[in-house]
């Protein structure tokens, strides 16, 4: 079951929110200041794949300087986790095209298969 998730993390000062898929792998990330809300990180691991094929490494480079990185690993034991949330997909979908938005983009890098 794909999952929607939102936690704080207060070593960081963060709020981050997190698309899993059906085996609880993170598929897209979004994570915002706390105090004041803004972007730092809106990464797709479909995206960062997708460079990672077809890419340079500057390419792969900039993708990060501007979305950040996504989280590795599965979403697992965030039920016993304080601070955490299940959210619904649209929840997900406004901070995440918000913080496209902010980052520079609304939509996905440009396919750099040529």
């Given at each position: 079951?794909?999952?929607?998730?939102?936690?704080?993390?207060?070593?960081?000062?963060?709020?981050?929110?997190?698309?899993?898929?059906?085996?609880?792998w993170v598929v897209?990330?979004?994570?915002?200041?706390?105090?004041?809300?803004?972007?730092v990180t809106a990464?797709?691991?479909?995206?960062?794949?997708?460079?990672q094929e077809r890419?340079?490494?500057?390419?792969?480079?900039?993708?990060?300087?501007?979305?950040?990185?996504?989280?590795?690993?599965?979403?697992?034991?965030?039920?016993?986790?304080?601070?955490?949330?299940?959210?619904?997909?649209?929840?997900?979908?406004?901070?995440?095209?918000?913080?496209?938005?902010?980052?520079?983009?609304?939509?996905?890098?440009?396919?750099?298969?040529?």
């Amino acid at each position: 079951m794909v999952m929607w998730i939102r936690t704080y993390d207060e070593a960081r000062g963060l709020w981050q929110y997190f698309e899993g898929d059906e085996e609880g792998w993170v598929v897209r990330q979004v994570d915002l200041r706390g105090d004041d809300g803004s972007p730092v990180t809106a990464a797709s691991l479909e995206e960062v794949l997708r460079l990672q094929e077809r890419a340079d490494i500057a390419t792969m480079s900039r993708y990060e300087q501007c979305y950040g990185v996504v989280a590795e690993g599965r979403l697992t034991g965030w039920e016993e986790a304080p601070s955490v949330d299940v959210i619904s997909a649209e929840e997900f979908e406004r901070a995440w095209l918000d913080a496209r938005r902010a980052l520079g983009a609304t939509a996905p890098p440009p396919d750099t298969d040529r």
